[in-house]
C-alpha cells in the first residue's frame, strides 16, 4: 500500500507541475477575470510548494491532498474559462 501511496503522490505532483505550466491566463489583462486567475494560479503553485514539501517530510498523505487540492484550483479556473488549457491529453478534465 505504500508503494502505491507513493507512486499516486509523485504522479499527482507531476500533474500539477505540467498544468501549471501549460495553462495560460485567458481573460484579458488588467480585468476582474485576469485577477481571478492569476489568484487561481498562486493558489495551485502555493500547494505545489506545499506538497513538495510534505513530500520531503516524507508526508504522502498530505502531500497527495496538497497536489490535489492545486490541481483541483487550475482545472476548475479552466471549466470557467479563467485558463486556456489544452483540451487533449490527461493534464484537464475540460
Known amino acids: 500500500m505504500a508503494a502505491d501511496l507513493e507512486e499516486k503522490t509523485n504522479r499527482y505532483g507531476q500533474l500539477l507541475a505540467e498544468a501549471l505550466e501549460a495553462a ?15 489568484e487561481c494560479r498562486e493558489m495551485a503553485a502555493s500547494y505545489l510548494e506545499d506538497g513538495r ?3 520531503e517530510e516524507d508526508d ?7 497536489f490535489s487540492y492545486g490541481h483541483a ?10 485558463f ?6 490527461h493534464l484537464f478534465t475540460v
Do not use: I, Q, S
Open 24 to 38: 495560460t491566463v485567458a481573460p484579458p489583462e488588467g480585468t476582474p477575470m485576469a485577477e481571478a486567475a492569476a
Open 60 to 66: 504522502l498523505v498530505n502531500a497527495l491532498a496538497a
Open 53 to 55: 514539501h510534505f513530500r
Open 73 to 82: 484550483w487550475l482545472d476548475a479556473g479552466a471549466r470557467v474559462g479563467l
Open 84 to 89: 486556456d488549457v489544452p483540451t487533449e491529453g
